[in-house]
């Protein structure tokens, strides 16, 4: 027989995939934003703070995109 038990067991199997997705867009949608505020800051600066400090192109690519995939790891594991 369909009891209440069996049916809740169904609708877990039914939502979880939908609850999986919504979190890893969700994650996605997070580091999107990060990324394009972190450029916009960058972009924003002198170019005396890169004489100054050191920092070359490569180095500010591989930070945002190190840190953003562990943002968005840890928003999409919920």
């Known amino acids: 027989t369909f009891d209440s038990a069996n049916a809740g067991g169904v609708c877990i199997i039914l ?3 939908i609850e999986a ?3 890893t ?3 996605e949608r997070q ?3 990060i990324q394009r505020k972190y450029l916009m ?3 924003r600066q002198e170019v005396a703070f890169f004489d100054t400090t ?3 192109t490569a180095e ?4 945002v995109s190190h840190d953003t995939l562990i943002i968005q790891d840890v928003l999409s594991e919920k």
């Open 15 to 17: 939502v979880a995939p």
């Open 21 to 23: 997705f919504c979190w």
């Open 25 to 27: 867009r969700t994650g």
């Open 31 to 33: 580091v999107s934003c």
């Open 41 to 43: 800051a960058i972009l």
């Open 54 to 56: 050191g920092i070359n």
């Open 60 to 63: 500010v690519v591989n930070s």
